[in-house]
């Protein structure tokens, strides 16, 4: 369960650190200015990580449950398999019946 915090601006300035590992570890910071409710500051949810291109993958090496790997894919070289046009479908057809 989350838990719920209210900070003041001053003091959400003075320990943003503080507040930004409560926030990572699941709790949700109301920020107030004189006793008034203007701001929140939680995780992000699934969908934004999304809209901004962040992915599953990378959600789960965020939280150490895997490790991305380190160089980037090399090409494949191309297949010595060669069989004629269609030869796939007609396999699919097969399979399938009629």
Known sequence: ?????????????????????????????????????IAEIKSPSAETMRDKGVTVLDELAREGLVTLPLAGKEPLAPSPVALPRGTSQAILDADRGP
């Open 1 to 37: 369960m989350r838990s719920l915090k209210t900070a003041g601006i001053k003091e959400l300035k003075n320990k943003l650190s503080a507040y930004l590992r409560e926030v990572r570890s699941g709790s949700v910071i109301l920020v107030s200015d004189h006793g008034e409710i």
